[in-house]
């Protein structure tokens, strides 16, 4: 019918299994989630370009329905983050989410860095998994805890002495008012991001090639619609990477760079040729004569 979408929550164990999803002549799930790349579970530039890879080749042409974070599994803070640059590696989730060929599917609180708050004895639990599974299954509840709108009470999710769960802690800081007043914020990361997708013709629509196939630190691709070519380049280790590329076997002219996303400040005129990121850096560019 005009105007809806029928998605899969699927979880499925490589990507034959998700293109049968979509059904032999293409008239079934529209939209399977690819859990393939989101749960990885690890930082790894030569998993994420496999995953990738089979979701561009090996799904018939169809879009690929990418998620980190859902009600089932910790968030992808906790799952990805290393304690020291947990913000800089929720970024280049964030940009590895939103800049492939693919519909993205967020989970509230996503946006803002929210982590989980699992509760810490079987008293606390409310899900039927936990109570029955207590220790070795602690239950959901972590990652289901109350959206963080400001540093109000219960994070002004509700006027209720005692919400269902328990707002996690950092929730003064991690909350969409402040956030909203921060330019570095990941709220405000997130914003840049998604109007890319709504204003940018080629990360909206335009082809996925990937690049430097063979780097083990960084990930890198473009994606090109008509004249318009940008490059994504995501530094899935702690050390800083500098990163060359010859786009000329690609078509592509010119070597400067303008920068559309960072979750850091370049240093100096970015450029194909000599692209620096620091730890767990991501990056998107216009490529431009």
Known sequence: MPGRVLIGETYLPNVAELAKMYGKN??????????????????????????????????????????????????????????????????????????????????????LGMSNNNPTSVKQVKDPIGIVGWPKEIGRDGERTPMQWNADTNAGFSTSREPWLPVAPNYRTRNVQTESKDPQSMLNYYKTLIRLRKQNEAIRNGDFVMLDEKNPSVLSYLRKQ?????????????DPQTVHFDLGSQGVKGSNLKTLASSFQPQGSANTSSLTLPAFGAYVGEVGQ
């Open 26 to 111: 293409n008239d079934e799930l529209q939209l399977p989630m690819d859990t393939q790349l989101g749960f990885l579970n690890k930082l790894s530039a030569t998993a994420f370009r496999a995953k990738l890879q089979d979701a561009e080749t090996k799904l018939n042409g169809e879009i690929p329905l990418f998620v980190f974070s859902n009600h089932d599994n910790p968030r992808g803070w906790n799952r990805y983050g290393d304690g020291k640059h947990d913000e800089a590696i929720a970024k280049l989730i964030a940009t590895l989410l939103l800049t492939p060929r693919c519909t993205a599917m967020m989970y509230y609180g996503e946006e």
């Open 226 to 238: 008509g004249g318009m070519v940008v490059l994504v380049a995501l530094n899935c280790t702690a």
